[in-house]
């Protein structure tokens, strides 16, 4: 790893052999120094969950110059903090997520283990990026987003981000790319979320499933919308989860505590 050129720590949720962040590393390799701490196998759904109550390994399974490439058994969020603390010499000068397979828009911005990836490093101070694309297959083409997550990258690792700002950028599965927007996050829900199956032996068992719905499909200034009408969609997602409005609001409550 060469002092003098800028370091981007990446990792996932889907694990290290998945073509998405195999994709990642072949898009940014040429712009920047590469370490890439994933899982195992794929963590969807963990979001900002860490191990707090099992040991921990870390593997190195690729290195080249330039790039070192380690898993790890635990979280997404382990895998950061591992890498921070166990293989980086330095502070990265960005950290990136993906790229996914599957959309993180929406609420979906809430359970992803990619974004999840993303919010630690915003903790830490460090500039940070997300890249889903809306295919969840394992063979997706993630090759029209090349430009786009080079250009993002180049403008993150240039200018930076402000404090406790991250960007989760989506990409459409569709024929012809319409453009970029910068949009805010879709309200949405999820239902008919859980399967009950019966086991031969006699115990049921139950699968996390769901059908997600867009509350607001006409809104043309959110994530959901953009996708759907073949628009990479770029949402500035903050840490800071404070309700000022409410704040403000709650200045009229009546709270004293009586004596």
């Known amino acids: 790893m060469e002092k003098n050129r800028p370091l981007i720590l990446i990792a996932n949720d889907d694990g290290y052999q998945a073509k998405g962040i195999n994709c990642l590393i072949d898009m940014l390799r040429d712009m920047t120094d590469i370490i890439v701490c994933a899982p195992d196998s794929g963590r969807?759904?963990?979001?900002?969950?860490?191990s707090a109550v099992k040991p921990l390994r870390l593997e190195k399974v690729r290195e080249e110059e330039g790039l070192q490439v380690w898993w790890c058994n635990g979280t997404p969020v382990d895998c950061v903090k591992m890498a921070l603390h166990c293989i980086c010499k330095r502070r990265p000068d960005m950290i990136v997520g993906g790229i996914n397979h599957g959309d993180n828009a929406s609420v979906n911005t809430h359970y992803s283990g990619t974004m999840g990836v993303v919010m630690e490093g915003c903790m830490k101070y460090i500039p940070s990026v997300a890249f889903s694309l809306c295919d969840y297959r394992p063979d997706a083409d993630f090759e029209p987003m090349r430009a786009i997550v080079r250009k993002v990258s180049a403008q993150v690792l240039k200018e930076g981000l402000p404090r406790g700002v991250c960007l989760n950028v989506n990409f459409p599965l569709a024929e012809e790319i319409r453009g970029v927007r910068v949009c805010r996050m879709a309200y949405g829900t999820w239902g008919k979320e859980v399967v009950k199956c019966h086991h031969p032996r006699?115990?049921?068992y139950y699968w996390m499933v769901g059908e997600y719905t867009?509350?607001?499909?006409?809104?043309?200034?959110?994530?959901?919308?953009?996708?759907?009408?073949?628009?990479i969609a770029i949402t500035p997602t903050r840490m800071d989860v404070t309700s000022y409005e409410m704040m403000k609001q709650m200045e009229s409550w009546d709270l004293k505590i009586e004596a």
């Open 44 to 50: 969807s759904g963990y979001a900002c969950a860490f």
């Open 202 to 204: 006699g115990y049921d």
């Open 214 to 231: 867009n509350d607001e499909p006409e809104a043309e200034d959110t994530d959901n919308w953009a996708l759907t009408h073949g628009y």
